[in-house]
């Protein structure tokens, strides 16, 4: 397939920690995913990798181990870093979840048992991770989309877009690093103060990223709809 033109697929890797792994039933192990992704990586193949890394039981340690897959993985395509799993009725998680919050019927995503998470830290940092989503998630969906939706693109035009999607994944890291850290350390106040700054500091920096993506579309003819995210209202 490389040989007939292959340069991009989407694999859904979904989580780098094994009990997710188990408890969503993907019939993977981590070993697997990082085999399959590494296999991308040698034939020089993008991969759009489908990433969740919060649900109900998720702790403090799995998002360490989140952070050091997603480090390990980071010549992969992720769209942001702020992910919950959708617990849709009818599915196995959904029934186990059921018991633990309310039913939500929303035309837009389905029906979907909404869910809170076990442990609080958790909550607070997904909360404080959501923020920051919202702050410039849209400018991760601009430069995705590039390489997710079919495009004719250049090989210097990809590897162009490719090199933002990969420095907006390591402003990512920083922030999640700091999230856990702050966590790890219950000090909340000094987390609210650190994610303030880092959304403030970075507001002129994402402004230009964001700039070059309108530009890049422009000159090459393309279009993008930005669309709401369901997920982090």
């Given at each position: 397939?490389?040989?007939?033109?292959?340069?991009?697929?989407?694999?859904?890797?979904?989580?780098?920690?094994?009990?997710?792994?188990?408890?969503?039933?993907?019939?993977?192990?981590?070993?697997?995913?990082l085999s399959?992704?590494?296999?991308c990586k040698k034939l020089n193949v993008i991969v759009q990798m489908g990433y969740i890394m919060l649900d109900r039981g998720t702790t403090i340690k799995e998002l360490r181990e989140h952070l050091n897959f997603l480090k390990k993985?980071?010549?992969?395509?992720?769209?942001?870093?702020?992910?919950?799993?959708?617990?849709?009725?009818?599915?196995?998680?959904?029934?186990?979840?059921?018991?633990?919050?309310?039913?939500?019927?929303?035309?837009?995503?389905?029906?979907?048992?909404?869910y809170s998470f076990k442990q609080?830290?958790?909550?607070?940092?997904?909360?404080?991770?959501?923020?920051?989503?919202?702050?410039?998630?849209?400018?991760?969906s601009m430069a995705v989309d590039l390489l997710s939706a079919p495009r004719a693109l250049s090989l210097k035009k990809r590897t162009e877009?490719?090199?933002?999607?990969?420095?907006?994944?390591?402003?990512?890291?920083?922030?999640?690093?700091?999230?856990?850290?702050?966590t790890e350390k219950n000090d909340y106040l000094s987390m609210k103060y650190f994610?303030?700054?880092?959304?403030?500091?970075?507001k002129v920096f994402m402004?230009?990223?964001k700039n070059k993506l309108i530009a890049f579309y422009d000159k090459n003819g393309l279009f993008f709809e930005e669309k709401e995210n369901l997920y982090i209202k």
């Open positions: 397939m490389k040989n007939c033109g292959l340069f991009s697929v989407s694999l859904g890797i979904e989580s780098g920690v094994e009990r997710q792994l188990k408890e969503w039933r993907k019939g993977i192990t981590l070993k697997q995913g399959a992704l590494n296999i993985t980071k010549f992969t395509v992720t769209k942001g870093i702020y992910s919950c799993i959708f617990a849709a009725e009818g599915t196995d998680i959904a029934k186990t979840y059921k018991k633990h919050k309310k039913r939500i019927d929303d035309k837009k995503r389905g029906i979907n048992i909404e609080e830290p958790v909550k607070i940092l997904a909360d404080n991770l959501k923020t920051w989503s919202k702050a410039y998630g849209g400018i991760y877009i490719l090199r933002i999607v990969q420095v907006l994944k390591l402003i990512d890291y920083e922030i999640i690093e700091g999230l856990i850290t702050f994610l303030s700054e880092k959304i403030k500091k970075k402004t230009d990223i």
